[in-house]
C-alpha cells in the first residue's frame, strides 16, 4: 500500500509518500514561518492562500523523489483536523480532488493521530501498547495508545499548550516567532535557579496540565528589572525547566499507574532536547523504553499523515467523497467518514 500524505493545518505544507514495505520514500515541506514573522503570529488567511501556491509543487516534487508514477499511488492522505479552518479546506479540497482524478480512495486524518503514530516511521518502533506524551503548539495530552485508532486520552491541558506557553513565554524575550525552539537555545546559556517557576498541578491528584499561569510568572520575572542578554537567558533557563519538570513527572505518574513498558513523545515541543533527556531518564527509571521520534518527525510533517492513512487503507477504511475539514475535532470522538 502506497499513500500520499498532505498535511495543512496551520503554517507548514507538507507533503510525503510512504509505502508500508518500503517505509518512507520521500517528504517534502515548505514552512511559513518567514511569512508570518512579521505579525509574530500565524495569519489564518495568508496560511491558506500560500497552502494553496506550495502544494501542487510540492506534490510534483515528493513524487519524483520517490520516483513514482500517480499510478503506482494507491490512495492519498490528507488533514481533516483539527487545525485551522481554511489552511485544513485548501488540504482537504486538494487531496480529494486529486484522489479523484487518479480513481483512488482518499481518507482525512486526525492531525493529533498523526503524531501519535510518527514514531513508527522510526527504524525501531514502538509496539502497541504505549503511552504518548503529545505535547504541540496546541494541545498537550498523556494519551494512552492501544491500537491505530484506539486513543484515550489520561490527561490534558486545561488552558495553554505547552508549546503555546514556549511560543508565548519567547515572544516576552524578544524572540521571533515561533519561539519554542529559540527559546530552548537560549536557556542553554541561562542559569539554573535563579529564577523558579511554578510547576502548575504538581501537587493535585490526576494528569491534567496548565501552562498559562507560567508566562504570567515569566512576566512577573521580567518586570521592573533591566532585561539584558543574561536575564532573558536566566528566565528562559527557568521557564523551560519548570515545563519540563511538569510534563515529565506527569509523564512518570502516567507510566507508574498504567504499567506501560513503552513512553513515547510525539508533537513539536517533543523536539526540545532537556524534554527528551528528562523523558529517557524517567522510562528507564520505570524500567520501560522511551521513544523519540528524529526531529523533523515531531513537528509538523507530511510522512506522519501519509503513514496514519496508509495503516487507515489497508485495513480497509474507506470514505465517501465529500470534502471535510473540521477546525475542532477532539481525539477519538467522531471518526472522519467524509459523508
Ligand atoms: O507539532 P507542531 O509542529 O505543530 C502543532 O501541531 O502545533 O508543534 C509546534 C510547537 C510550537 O509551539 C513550537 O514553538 C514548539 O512546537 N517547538 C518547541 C521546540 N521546537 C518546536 N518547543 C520547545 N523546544 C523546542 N526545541
Ligand atoms: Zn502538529
Redesign the pocket.
Known amino acids: 500500500m502506497r499513500v500520499l500524505g498532505i498535511e495543512t493545518?496551520?503554517d507548514?505544507t507538507a507533503v510525503a509518500v510512504f509505502d508500508t514495505t518500503r517505509g518512507l520514500l520521500s517528504h517534502r515541506l515548505h514552512s511559513q514561518i518567514a511569512l508570518h514573522q512579521a505579525y509574530g503570529g500565524v495569519v489564518p488567511e495568508l496560511a491558506s492562500r500560500d497552502h494553496v501556491r506550495r502544494l501542487l509543487p510540492l506534490v510534483r516534487g515528493a513524487l519524483s523523489d520517490a520516483a513514482c508514477l500517480p499510478e503506482s499511488i494507491d490512495g492519498v492522505a490528507y488533514t481533516a483536523g483539527p487545525?485551522l479552518i481554511g489552511a485544513l479546506l485548501v488540504g482537504a479540497g486538494f487531496a480529494r480532488s486529486l484522489a479523484y482524478a487518479w480513481g483512488k480512495p482518499a481518507v482525512g486524518i486526525h492531525?493529533l493521530e498523526g503524531?501519535l503514530l510518527a514514531p513508527l516511521l522510526e527504524p525501531e518502533p514502538p509496539a502497541f501498547p504505549f503511552l504518548a506524551l503529545l505535547?504541540?503548539?496546541?494541545?498537550t495530552q498523556l494519551v494512552d495508545v492501544a491500537a491505530v485508532g484506539e486513543y484515550r486520552i489520561l490527561g490534558q491541558t486545561l488552558d495553554d499548550?505547552?508549546?503555546?506557553a514556549?511560543?508565548k513565554t519567547?515572544k516576552m524575550l524578544g524572540l521571533p516567532y515561533?519561539?519554542?525552539?529559540a527559546?530552548?537555545q537560549l536557556a542553554e546559556s541561562g542559569r539554573s535557579g535563579r529564577f523558579s517557576f511554578p510547576r502548575p498541578m504538581l501537587d493535585r491528584p490526576g494528569l491534567d496540565f496548565s501552562f498559562s499561569g507560567l508566562k504570567t510568572a515569566a512576566l512577573v520575572a521580567l518586570r521592573g528589572r533591566v532585561v539584558d542578554e543574561e536575564v532573558r537567558a536566566d528566565v528562559a533557563r527557568g521557564f523551560?525547566e519548570a515545563v519540563v519538570d511538569t510534563l515529565a513527572e506527569k509523564a512518570r505518574r502516567a507510566l507508574v499507574a498504567g504499567g506501560h513498558r513503552r513512553l513515547v513523545v510525539a508533537?513539536?515541543?517533543?523536539?526540545?532536547?532537556r524534554?527528551r533527556a528528562r523523558l529517557g531518564e524517567i522510562a528507564r527509571d520505570a524500567g520501560a523504553k522511551g521513544y523519540f521520534p528524529r526531529?523533523e518527525c515531531?513537528?509538523?510533517n507530511g510522512a506522519m499523515i501519509a503513514l496514519a492513512g496508509a495503516l487507515r487503507l489497508a485495513a480497509g477504511q474507506r470514505q465517501g467523497l465529500a470534502v471535510e475539514a473540521r477546525a475542532n475535532w477532539e481525539l477519538g470522538t467522531g471518526e472522519s467518514t467524509g459523508d
Not at 135 to 139: A, I, K, L, P, R
Not at 161 to 164: D, H, R, V
Open positions: 493545518s496551520c507548514e487545525g492531525h503524531h505535547v504541540s503548539g496546541g494541545h499548550a505547552a508549546g503555546e514556549f511560543d519567547a515561533p519561539g519554542g525552539a527559546l530552548a523551560q508533537g513539536g515541543v517533543g523536539a526540545n532536547a524534554l526531529i515531531c513537528t509538523d
